[in-house]
Protein backbone atom coordinates (compact mmCIF):
# COMPACT_ATOMS: atom_id res chain seq x y z
CA UNK A 1 0.00 0.00 0.00
CA UNK A 2 0.64 3.89 -0.37
CA UNK A 3 1.17 6.08 2.22
CA UNK A 4 -1.42 8.32 1.41
CA UNK A 5 -3.40 4.87 1.16
CA UNK A 6 -2.50 3.94 4.43
CA UNK A 7 -2.89 7.19 5.69
CA UNK A 8 -6.90 7.17 5.08
CA UNK A 9 -7.22 4.43 7.39
CA UNK A 10 -9.95 4.64 9.76
CA UNK A 11 -10.85 1.92 12.37
CA UNK A 12 -9.45 -0.17 15.25
CA UNK A 13 -9.91 3.10 17.58
CA UNK A 14 -12.56 0.94 20.15
CA UNK A 15 -10.82 -1.65 20.38
CA UNK A 16 -7.96 0.16 21.35
CA UNK A 17 -9.97 2.32 24.27
CA UNK A 18 -11.67 -0.75 25.18
CA UNK A 19 -8.00 -2.37 25.91
CA UNK A 20 -6.95 0.65 27.57
CA UNK A 21 -10.19 0.82 29.46
CA UNK A 22 -9.67 -2.63 30.88
CA UNK A 23 -6.40 -1.95 31.94
CA UNK A 24 -7.12 0.85 34.01
CA UNK A 25 -9.83 -1.17 35.85
CA UNK A 26 -7.58 -4.13 35.89
CA UNK A 27 -4.94 -1.76 38.03
CA UNK A 28 -7.50 -0.18 39.85
CA UNK A 29 -8.53 -3.32 41.14
CA UNK A 30 -4.97 -4.59 41.67
CA UNK A 31 -4.76 -1.30 44.17
CA UNK A 32 -7.70 -1.62 45.83
CA UNK A 33 -6.68 -5.45 46.68
CA UNK A 34 -3.26 -4.51 48.08
CA UNK A 35 -4.74 -1.94 49.83
CA UNK A 36 -7.07 -4.27 51.89
CA UNK A 37 -4.36 -6.50 52.42
CA UNK A 38 -2.42 -4.03 53.81
CA UNK A 39 -5.16 -2.99 56.38
CA UNK A 40 -6.02 -6.35 57.17
CA UNK A 41 -2.34 -7.32 57.90
CA UNK A 42 -1.42 -3.76 59.85
CA UNK A 43 -5.35 -4.61 62.04
CA UNK A 44 -3.72 -8.14 62.79
CA UNK A 45 -0.26 -6.42 63.85
CA UNK A 46 -1.98 -4.14 65.56
CA UNK A 47 -4.23 -6.16 67.63
CA UNK A 48 -1.59 -9.13 68.35
CA UNK A 49 -3.60 -11.52 66.26
CA UNK A 50 -0.14 -12.82 63.90
CA UNK A 51 0.04 -16.75 63.52
CA UNK A 52 4.02 -17.39 64.41
CA UNK A 53 5.82 -18.80 61.86
Not at 11 to 19: A, F, L, P, Q, Y
Not at 23 to 31: E, N, P, T
Amino acid sequence: MKKDELLSIYGGSVSWNSTLFNALVRAASLFLEMGRNVGSAARRIISGRVCSI
